[in-house]
């Protein structure tokens, strides 16, 4: 069962994650479950979380918000030492630490999106279904976050699967061009971006 969590960052950072989440067209709880699903393996100390939670409390304004967060999330951030910190704390820590260090492009208005048509082998489109479903956002605001930290390297070749399905995604407009051409190099973007995200 999904739950609602109170989360309290200051407004500085809550401007930033709107205009990032404009900037790959995602919805703000979908990009908020993203940054707690990139954080999900790392630690944070008692005195971190305390001095994080007095710069919200000492900022001249602050922005609160609830999020839906999916039970495998959930059990990730329970397993935390939490310390004398309620959930809600941890996670408003956590977000806001995301926001510090994450230096996504940003703009003021939601970008819109194209629908485009990948052909992907059954296996890559299932990778894709459980992380959007474990993480609770949706599989074009993966793909879109993913495509917007995707450096030019050169995409490894891909053997062409005989179980292929067509799989539609709304790409953001400043990332159509990253999209390749060929089905081999499209299959092999998904298969980079679900990687990069350690699935």
Do not use: C, W
């Amino acid at each position: 069962m999904t739950r609602n969590t109170y989360i309290t960052i200051t407004k500085s950072s809550y401007d930033k994650l709107i205009r990032q989440a404009n900037y790959i067209s995602s919805s703000r709880q979908s990009y908020t479950l993203i940054a707690l699903y990139l954080n999900r393996e790392n630690d944070i100390t008692e005195k971190e979380i305390e001095d994080y939670l007095n710069e919200i409390d000492e900022a001249d304004e602050k922005e609160s918000f609830y999020i839906k967060i999916t039970p495998e999330m959930q059990n990730e951030y329970k397993s935390k030492k939490r310390y004398m910190f309620s959930f809600n704390q941890l996670i408003s820590v956590f977000i806001y630490r995301f926001l510090l260090f994450n230096d996504l492009p940003e703009t003021e208005d939601k970008v819109d999106n194209k629908l485009k048509g990948f052909t992907l082998p059954l296996k890559t489109i299932e990778r894709l279904e459980e992380l959007s479903k474990s993480i609770g956002s949706n599989q074009s605001t993966l793909i879109n976050f993913g495509l917007a930290n995707f450096d030019s390297e050169q995409l490894p070749k891909k053997n062409l699967s005989n179980e292929e399905k067509k799989k539609y995604l709304g790409i953001a407009y400043p990332l159509l061009d990253k999209i390749p051409h060929t089905k081999t190099e499209k299959i092999a973007l998904i298969d980079k971006i679900l990687f990069n995200m350690k699935l």
